[in-house]
């Protein structure tokens, strides 16, 4: 026994040290260090041998976001509370700070005091560099829309300047600012505009400025400059008490010709960084560009009913873009949720490789063969490739080829012409015709006759055919989607199937599995069609009684997707309750179940067998089982430890 409990210490020791994430424990009485992993070292920059000296406290910034915080969480963690992945701020050992996810466990004695801690933490510095980028680009962003906003309320040029000045300023937290206009022949400079300047200053740049102000620099390298603590322009000291603490000069551009200048200055510290330079150049190429929409408009106003047509048609033309836009990102909306592909609803890895499969393949024109059972969906899997696929706006045609006699199949996929046979009373264009351009569903090709496979093999290689009663051979531009519920492979052994056209239909196989190999897929199935039905019926169901969700986790389906969904329809629409219970299923599905009418195992049981079942499916990977389950790796955590499950799976 004491041999067991020290391999069981010593394999427990080897998996807290050789853990990736970081690993602390923490005294309840003074918040000293009591233990911490490799992982913890490596992440703040310590030896063990200095980290086992040191108070908790001392690990973290100096920042609101982190000793504050950590005292904070010390003060609930002694209050007996768990703490779940809070966000602060560490320090490592050179003094930077490093953001962290926090998990705190408390640890308790054989009297129920707590000790120690089991502390939690996770590198997040990552995430919050890249949050961080995000909300400054944004900001820039929302600075320039302010601005472009701005810009174009008036066609004034005096009104442009200074609403340009105000925002600017406003918009960075700056003092002072004044625009130069620029005489493209004698490259003379004159004060356009100005704001928050001294009289005296105003006075001396309406004079002509001299050769070395960084203007003139500015004007010929067209690009914007920071001159911090006014050195290179020391001019302008003069009019300020102590002198700006930072100055930027940018080119105000238009049709890569500088048309003027634009100051801004600070008196109070305020560091201008790349991105303030990249923010002051882009708001310099609008201002330039309104600068001379004004000078042109105030030149030309004869012509401003052309300029007002002019901007109807650009505006015409944004929307067209706009509503383009819309258009495809709803047509992408069926593949951007990894639970569902247009009306498909399924998590299952296979269902997963078959969503990959058809957002890689939407975008060619090769042939495509679905094959699976019926009820598997295999129509909307073929009207998602088509959704997504350039042939979008065009048509969809289905064709069932069980649905027709050898004469009648023909005529409806090739079309006829007037008198071809007995009741052709006018020509008709076949469904390959209808989707010149777009994509055909062949619908249970395995049920076309030899003759007619003949007749469409000549169509997949050479996109030609005449209709049932011509001479004249037509050409079409289409994309073929076949679908059988049949073995083709078998079919073809035994003769009944052309081996030419299959491999010619066969380019890009897609095998859909039966509802019996995706079982896990069945409670979101059931739930998808339960809010259709409800709705459709104007009734408020919120789910399933435990007892169906068991009946319809081990029944086969072998109707598949389409019986599960004829079930549910029957029950919402037979449903006196807002559970869906037994007796509101068919009676077939009642029959092969009644021991549920008698021993209902409770809805824990069945949660409990299905989390079992997935774990053994992934060999008790609990990463794999949670995205599997779809929920949290911790959500998972908590139902093991609630069913009392040992957690002897790797994770």
């Known amino acids: 026994m004491e041999k067991s409990l020290e391999q069981i210490g010593r394999r427990f020791r080897d998996l807290y040290e050789k853990a990736p994430n970081a690993y602390f424990s923490i005294s309840a009485i003074d918040g000293s260090i009591i233990m911490c992993n490799a992982a913890a070292l490596r992440l703040l920059g310590y030896d063990l041998k200095s980290m086992m000296k040191m108070n908790a406290f001392e690990l973290y910034a100096d920042t609101p976001h982190g000793l504050p915080k950590a005292r904070e969480i010390f003060k609930r963690f002694k209050a007996e509370e768990s703490i779940q992945d809070v966000e602060l701020q560490m320090k490592r050992r050179d003094g930077k700070p490093v953001w962290i996810s926090l998990s705190v466990e408390p640890v308790k004695d054989h009297d129920g005091n707590i000790t120690e801690s089991m502390s939690m933490v996770i590198d997040i510095s990552a995430r919050k560099h890249a949050e961080e980028t995000l909300e400054k680009r944004n900001r820039e962003l929302s600075s320039l829309n302010i601005i472009s906003t701005t810009i174009n309320q008036s066609l004034d040029l005096k009104t442009v300047l200074t609403d340009t000045l105000r925002t600017v300023l406003n918009t960075m937290n700056l003092q002072a600012g004044w625009i130069f206009l620029r005489d493209g022949e004698t490259n003379r400079l004159t004060l356009a505009s100005h704001m928050g300047l001294p009289p005296e200053f105003i006075y001396e740049e309406t004079k002509q400025l001299p050769a070395n102000c960084i203007g003139f620099h500015v004007i010929k390298q067209k690009e914007a400059l920071i001159a911090e603590d006014f050195l290179e322009c020391p001019r302008l000291t003069k009019f300020f008490q102590e002198g700006p603490a930072c100055h930027a000069c940018v080119p105000l551009i238009s049709k890569d010709e500088v048309v003027g200048l634009m100051n801004v200055a600070s008196e109070k510290f305020c560091r201008l960084s790349a991105e303030d330079l990249n923010l002051l150049t882009n708001i310099g190429y609008q201002v330039g560009i309104a600068i001379e929409n004004a000078k042109l408009f105030k030149d030309t106003q004869q012509k401003a009913s052309e300029l007002k047509e002019a901007y109807e048609k650009l505006k015409s033309s944004y929307e067209e873009i706009k509503s383009e836009r819309e258009k495809t990102k709803s047509l992408k909306m069926a593949l951007a949720d990894k639970y569902g592909l247009g009306n498909i609803v399924g998590k299952n890895p296979k269902m997963q490789a078959i969503y990959d499969l058809v957002e890689n393949i939407s975008q060619s024109d090769s042939t495509v063969l679905i094959q699976g059972e019926s009820g598997t969906g295999k129509e909307l899997i073929a009207r998602a490739i088509h959704l997504l696929s350039p042939r979008n706006e065009k048509s969809f045609i289905i064709a069932n080829c069980s649905a027709y006699a050898q004469n009648l199949l023909e005529s409806e996929l090739f079309g006829h012409e007037k008198g071809a046979f ?201 990463y794999q089982a949670a995205k599997k389950l779809g929920i949290t790796r911790s959500t998972l955590y908590g139902k093991l430890k609630k069913h009392g499950i040992m957690a002897s799976y790797n994770d």
Request: glycine share 4%; net charge negative; aromatic share 6%.
């Open 422 to 622: 007995t009741g052709a009373i006018k020509s008709k264009k076949g469904r390959f015709e209808l989707a010149d351009g777009g994509t055909i569903f062949l619908d249970e090709i395995g049920e076309i006759p030899s003759t007619t496979q003949l007749l469409l093999l000549r169509v997949l290689q050479e996109k030609k055919f005449e209709r049932v009663g011509a001479e004249d051979t037509l050409k079409v531009d289409v994309r073929v989607i076949a679908a059988t519920n049949k073995n083709l492979n078998q079919e073809m052994m035994e003769g009944k199937f052309r081996e030419d056209l299959f491999y010619r239909l066969n380019v890009i196989p897609i095998m859909v599995p039966p509802l019996r190999e995706r079982k896990d897929d069945v409670p979101l199935l059931a739930k998808h069609f339960l809010d259709i039905y409800s709705n459709a019926n104007k009734k408020h169901i919120r789910g399933f009684s435990e007892e169906v969700m068991q009946i319809f986790l081990d029944y086969d389906w072998p109707g598949n997707v389409r019986e599960l969904q004829n079930v549910v329809e029957h029950a919402v629409i037979l449903a006196k309750e807002d559970v869906i219970r037994a007796v509101d299923l068919p009676h077939t599905l009642q029959d092969t179940y009644p021991q549920f009418q008698a021993d209902v195992s409770s809805l824990k049981d069945t949660e409990k067998n299905l989390i079992l079942k997935v774990l053994k499916e992934t060999d008790g990977n609990k």
